[in-house]
């Protein structure tokens, strides 16, 4: 496991360190000076590790400076993709001059490059911290009359830690508690897999479990996969104590609603996913919903007479140009409604981010559904 661990940190910090020397050349060309001088070379090096020691360093520590330095590393990777993207403009633009004779000068190439870098990632950040409200109407067929009309909520993605904090997850719920929705679905990812103050972070969901007005169905959880570093033991409680109803591997009813979660981890395996939800006996006969984190394993929750999968994960690739890769993975399914076979299926982009706290592309959300 170790070894593994090793030769994985080791591939990704050796990209980085590569796409860091490229900024770096770039703008020691294009800039020279004091972008060429060797203080700049080991700022370049030093930053191309932040991030690695970083995320390192937060797996196991909660202190107030392991956070600032994961979060401005993780401010800087964001930057630092969008550099990497005005190095590789400007190298373009500079060969366009140089063919077309338009004689440029490579300093404004690079200042108009940057600067746009830095417009875009200045956006991003904004973006990212501005979770929106998203409706949507979902018809099921064989809904009990009782819950036509009704809304629930759906929150992924969270990614609480050294970025998202308590802050963060206290907005998040105050929101839920105006939006006054029948019922609430958290489909994992809530934490981002670093240390944490679990107890806190739990806490003002207790508020929402509470409230007479909202989420009076109950609030249902299932973990993704970024729960998977942790132990049960050092996350759930706290969450069991507030008042969320865990869904583990099971289905519930709900006034005459199905409703069924599955964890991230159980369903990697399609023939274990297929045990877990045969062993539910589902009533094909009548409606039913599924968490489960990633819209994966689509055929087989099809064939098995799902209603509708809720589904988080894809972030929607979160920032451009990774939205590009991410939309190549998922298709269609990356974001928002759609169908597979009888299969209704809606992907949410999260409400929270991982990594670097941008979003270019898309939007984080809290998605309101309202069956009919």
Do not use: C
Request: no cysteine; glycine share 8%; hydrophobic share 50%.
């Amino acid at each position: 496991m170790r070894s593994r661990l090793f030769v994985f940190v080791s591939i990704v910090q050796a990209i980085l360190f590569s796409a860091h020397w490229f900024v770096y050349a770039t703008v020691a060309y294009f800039w020279g000076g004091w972008a060429a001088s060797w203080q700049m070379k080991v700022a370049f090096a030093l930053l191309s590790m932040s991030f690695v020691a970083a995320s390192l360093l937060g797996w196991y520590s909660y202190q107030p400076l392991v956070r600032f330095f994961y979060l401005v590393s993780a401010l800087w990777m964001g930057f630092a993709s969008y550099f990497m993207l005005a190095s590789i403009a400007s190298w373009i633009a500079y060969g366009v001059s140089a063919v077309g004779g338009l004689g440029w000068p490579p300093a404004w190439i690079a200042d108009a490059a940057f600067a746009v870098a830095l417009v875009a990632g200045l956006y991003g950040l904004l973006n990212a911290a501005w979770p929106r409200v998203v409706r949507i109407s979902v018809a099921l067929p064989n809904l009990p009359a009782q819950w036509r009309g009704r809304t629930a909520a759906l929150v992924s993605d969270l990614h609480l830690g050294h970025v998202r904090n308590g802050r963060f997850v206290r907005r998040v719920v105050n929101k839920l508690l105006t939006l006054q929705n029948d019922i609430v679905f958290v489909a994992g990812d809530l934490y981002d897999g670093v240390a944490g103050d679990f107890e806190k972070l739990a806490r003002p969901w207790a508020d929402l479990v509470a409230s007479p007005k909202a989420a009076a169905l109950g609030v249902y959880y299932i973990a993704g996969n970024h729960e998977e570093f942790y132990r049960n033991a050092e996350y759930l409680p706290p969450l069991l104590r507030a008042g969320i109803r865990v869904l583990n591997n099971e289905k519930v009813e709900v006034d005459g609603l199905q409703l069924i979660g599955v964890h991230y981890r159980d369903a990697v395996n399609e023939n274990q996913y297929r045990a877990i939800l045969r062993s539910m006996d589902l009533d094909r006969n009548r409606a039913s919903v599924l968490l489960l984190h990633a819209p994966v394993r689509l055929p087989i929750s099809e064939e098995e007479g799902i209603s509708l999968q809720l589904s988080g994960h894809t972030h929607g690739g979160q920032f451009f140009p990774w939205t590009l890769i991410a939309q190549r993975v998922w298709k269609e399914f990356i974001h928002g409604l759609q169908r597979f076979g009888a299969l209704q299926v809606y992907t949410t982009y999260g409400t929270g981010t991982w990594g670097p706290p941008l979003r270019v592309g898309t939007r984080p959300e809290i998605v309101l559904i309202k069956f009919e």
